[in-house]
């Protein structure tokens, strides 16, 4: 199994970065069948083989996800598009 562990700064204001990642999070559970929910300022997603979280802190998120094992070969995609979609919505 592999790991993606990411911080990403920002500097929204905590209602535009939840707005921002419930929009990225209907888009992902759209496409890919994934659930999600809130927990506080943490939302904690999954689907078939992926389990992850997206901490929003003051100026930063942090997101983490365990690959199960057939996504583990594709971490370097996965962790990749995930920074180009931070990049879009968040700088």
Known sequence: MARIDIQHPHSKTPAQA???????????SERFDMDYGWDGDTLNFSRSGVEGKIAL??????????????????KGPIEAEIRRVLSEKFD
């Open 18 to 28: 939840r707005k921002a990642i419930e929009s990225v999070a209907k888009k992902l």
């Open 57 to 74: 802190l003051a100026n930063n998120l942090q997101v983490t996800a365990t690959l199960g094992f057939l996504l583990s070969a594709m």
